[in-house]
């Protein structure tokens, strides 16, 4: 796990995101759903900038994770190669970590038909 304050990205607006909850109920026990991560180990670098930024898509591995994949200012890839993603849900007991939303992913996502603007704001975490 990063040390707190050494991420950046981007915050989601947290009155959307009981709103989301809502309509994308957690399938998981533990609904996360905070944040989408631009870099870690990032602790000397500046906020990102204000971006536009929507759900495009879902992976779920059918067990105890599951995340949202985002699209920043139209692209799903983040500079590192990994996909942008907010991790929506994991099973805490059964030993999940949102970090792991990073190896889902690589396994493939399934798209949403219309993707669902949300509001974020730079951050660092």
Request: aromatic content about 6%.
């Amino acid at each position: 796990m990063a040390k707190p304050g050494t991420v950046i990205g981007w915050k989601l607006d947290r009155q959307q995101r009981e709103r989301l909850l809502e309509r994308f109920a957690p399938l998981y026990a533990d609904a996360i759903a905070e944040h989408v991560t631009l870099a870690s180990d990032a602790a000397a670098r500046p906020l990102p900038e204000p971006v536009e930024a929507a759900i495009v898509g879902r992976a779920d591995d059918g067990d105890s994770l599951e995340a949202m994949v985002v699209a920043i200012d139209g692209n799903t890839e983040r500079p590192d190669g990994s996909t942008f993603h907010i991790t929506w849900s994991l099973d805490k007991a059964k030993g999940r970590r949102a970090r792991e939303s990073n190896d889902l992913l690589k396994c493939g996502w399934t798209r949403f038909d219309e993707p669902i603007p949300i509001r974020v704001d730079p951050a660092r975490f």
